[in-house]
């Protein structure tokens, strides 16, 4: 798993440089310096440029932390049992970690594109290209970073810099790597579509937590941090996941469904692993007559096997009329 590495004093002074959304020149320096190298990755493995340097700018402070200075290593990529490479061992979560070192930062970018082709991650390519606040929860949700706000931080760095420019580079667009479309923006026949399908969603989606927008043609929402899609008449497990270009048994690990539960008209569809635990505003749930563990699991956006663990009970044991299940 990969975790933030940057001095706290640079990620403060970059906090207040967000929060006056003030341009620091040193910020822009490194846009400048590496978006040649953002845009070509973009064109070799599909992640977006505007991902790729905000990432950089983030995890490398700039280009100022000491694993980027001393190692070439701009986004904080640790060592794994494949890595064959250079190391170098730094205080992070742990005393005394290893991370990856690079010869050069071109290096640690190509590294970047190839870690993030990883089965884990393979979610975040059924994406649009240009989505890049779907990219930035995505990226969080399939375990890139533990810090809560990093979709958020990305996104700032983003849209203060215009990063979007990059993703959509002319030299990008001119050569077929990406179009002008390749965006989930909203548009007026998203409303259309996302009310008409509201009439068939299953009640156990309800209450709903979020307002829903169009993504990939379906009406879709983030429920505990993690983006669903809702499903529609005559689509299976196999047939979503093609759409999606996902695999069909990783979108069913996704949402712990055996080979022998089939989707539903209105089902709510993960597009990434559910977490552990509920929001910290839902804590508890009374199961009641008709109520499906699944179900439960779904509406909330927690892993099955964690509802039962949280619970103290056997995973797949029946659960009881009038039990309080705990969800966090």
Not at 184 to 199: K, L, P, R, Y
Not at 258 to 281: C, F, H, Q, S, W
Request: proline residues 5%.
């Amino acid at each position: 798993m990969i975790k933030r590495f940057a001095l706290f004093a640079s990620l403060l002074v970059m906090s207040m440089w967000l929060q006056g959304q003030t341009k620091n020149p040193t910020f822009v320096q490194y846009i400048e310096k590496y978006k040649p190298l953002a845009i070509d990755q973009q064109r070799k493995h599909k992640v977006p440029a505007a991902i790729t340097i905000a990432q950089g700018l983030l995890e490398s402070a700039a280009g100022t932390s000491e694993l980027a200075q001393n190692s070439n290593n701009h986004f904080g990529i640790k060592c794994t049992s494949d890595w064959k490479g250079k190391t170098v061992t730094a205080d992070d979560d742990k005393a005394g970690e290893c991370f990856r070192r690079y010869a050069e930062v071109s290096d640690s970018y190509e590294d970047h594109s190839l870690f993030l082709l990883r089965p884990r991650y393979e979610a975040l390519f059924a994406l649009p290209i240009g989505d890049y606040k779907s990219w930035a929860h995505g990226l969080r949700a399939c375990g890139y970073a533990t810090d809560p706000n990093y979709p958020e931080k990305l996104i700032k760095l983003i849209e203060l810099y215009n990063l979007q420019e990059l993703t959509f580079d002319k030299s990008l667009v001119g050569a077929g790597f990406v179009k002008k479309s390749d965006t989930t923006w909203v548009n007026t026949e998203s409303d259309v579509i996302v009310h008409a399908a509201m009439g068939g969603v299953n009640d156990y989606v309800y209450p709903p937590m979020e307002d829903l927008e169009l993504y990939n043609n379906h009406p879709s929402g983030y429920r505990n941090g993690v983006r669903y899609v809702i499903a529609a008449e005559g689509e299976t497990y196999a047939s979503l996941a093609l759409y999606l270009r996902m695999r069909e048994k990783t979108l069913r690990r996704y949402n712990d469904a055996l080979d022998t539960r089939e989707l539903e008209p209105g089902d709510m569809v993960y597009i990434y692993p559910k977490k552990n635990r509920a929001g910290r505003k839902y804590s508890y749930y009374y199961f009641r007559p008709g109520d499906d563990a699944w179900e439960i699991a779904q509406k909330y956006g927690i892993k099955l096997k964690s509802l039962y663990k949280l619970n103290g009970i056997p995973y797949g044991i029946p659960l009881k009329t009038q039990q309080r299940l705990q969800l966090r």
